[in-house]
């Protein structure tokens, strides 16, 4: 069983800027694949950015070039920086992973940071 913690999140003008964390309580070398998810007010929780363990990104449409996803071994992180925040990147960020063992893949989510972007 592997624990996510999220942490980073807060309020932000539109057009600045947040740096989210995800921290497993195992080795980040374990995992195949790291995510970070949103839900906003009203709508379903969706795919923003993920990272593969060969370090290989994917981003939603409506966050690329603005936001990067990437994973620092030594310090067992993976981040997703976010800059020129719209209002409508306000949701609550949830990071998931994905470890697989003995040919069976297990999936875990974090319990999830609020970003709210607001004048």
């Known amino acids: 069983q592997v624990q996510l913690v999220e942490s980073g999140g807060g309020l932000v003008q539109p057009g600045g800027s947040l740096r989210l964390s995800c921290v497993p309580s195992?080795?980040?070398?374990?995992?195949?694949?790291v995510g970070w998810y949103r839900q906003g007010p009203g709508n379903q929780r969706e795919l923003v950015a993920d990272?593969?363990?060969?370090?290989?990104?994917n981003y939603a449409d409506s966050v690329k070039g603005r936001f990067t996803i990437s994973r620092d071994n030594a310090k067992n992180t993976v981040y997703l920086q976010m800059n020129s925040l719209k209002p409508q990147d306000t949701a609550v960020y949830y990071c998931?992973?994905?470890?697989?063992?003995?040919?069976?893949?297990?999936?875990?989510w974090g319990p999830g940071t609020q970003v709210t972007v607001s004048s």
């Open positions: 990272i593969r363990s060969g370090g290989s990104t």
């Open positions: 195992g080795s980040i070398s374990s995992l195949s694949f």
């Open positions: 998931n992973a994905a470890e697989v063992l003995e040919d069976r893949e297990y999936e875990y």
